[in-house]
Each structure stands twice: as C-alpha cells, then as structure tokens.
C-alpha cells in the first residue's frame, strides 16, 4: 500500500514539472520586470551643470539600484502612457533608468523628471506629474521638444518597447 502511494505521489510531482512549457518562462507571482537607476554620469554624459573628471568622462561615475519591479506596477495604459504604482521606491530626480524583462535592458528611461525640471528632452522620460500626482513614460519632455529626434529615439526603441507590453500583457498589467 505504501509503495502504490509513494509512486502516486512520485508521478504527481513529474506530472506537474510536465506541464510548463519550455518557451514561456515561469515567474510564481514574481514578475520578470525589473527597473534600475543609474545615477551620476553614465557613459560619459555631462549635462550643462556638471563637469566630469577624466575618469568619468571615459567610464561614468555610476550608482546603481532596484527603483522597482513588475510587482510594483498596478497597470499601464498604452494610450495615455499612464504607470501605476503599488509603490515605487525613490527615484533620485535626473537618475537614468534601465528597463529589463529577464536578464536583458530592453530599453532605458534617460530622467526621471517632474514638472519642475528646467531640462528639455527628446528621449523617453518617467515623467510625474505634480497636479494629477501621476507618472508616465512620455517620448520626450517638454512635449513639443525636438519632434524629429524624439521620433529617431522612439523609432530605435520600439523593438524593447514591444518587449516591455508583450511582458506586461502576459502579467495582466496592460489597462
């Protein structure tokens, strides 16, 4: 009797392992999105207020940290490019965000910024909006700002970009 239930349990455990697919990787309630500030001069990149060492200009002068998961997303809109937070840890202002589903940086986020910014650009900003207390992933800031390089940036993007929904979709995050 013993031995019929150890082998029971025995294909109960093989038979689970069985049933997930190879392609589709599984999270457990934990999602593959991941989010990382890179504070200070990354890759070299000196903005008008800051100068850079020798050492900087050819390396960066980076630190780097978790800013949030896909587990701290509620939803995203696509439309509105609106991103809900459960919560979200603080993000220094300017801090330059790497975007990651698994392993690879689908895409980087150049500033998170806020309506008090007095920096202009033409790349994907976390931008949050004081009055509407809100963040979204806007193409560029101020919304007017260098439509033909904001279109270059969105267009080199658009590949991770792809990636990011697909992944959001998969974990019902997408509104």
Known sequence: MMKKMYVFILCLIVFAGCSQTDNEPVTEGKSLITAVTRSGNVEGIVSEYETASDDESQY????????????????????TREIRFRKINSIPVYARIEMKVGEETVFTIVAHISDAVNRAYNNLVLFYDMEKNAY???????????????????????PGWAKFLKQLKKEGKLK
């Not at 979204?136 to 658009?158: H, I, V």
């Open 60 to 79: 960066g002068s980076i630190s780097a940290r978790l800013a949030f998961t896909g587990d701290d997303i509620e939803w995203f809109n696509p439309r």
């Open 136 to 158: 979204f992933l806007n193409d560029n800031y101020p919304d007017y700002w260098d439509p033909e390089g904001t279109r270059r940036n969105a267009e080199k993007r658009a």
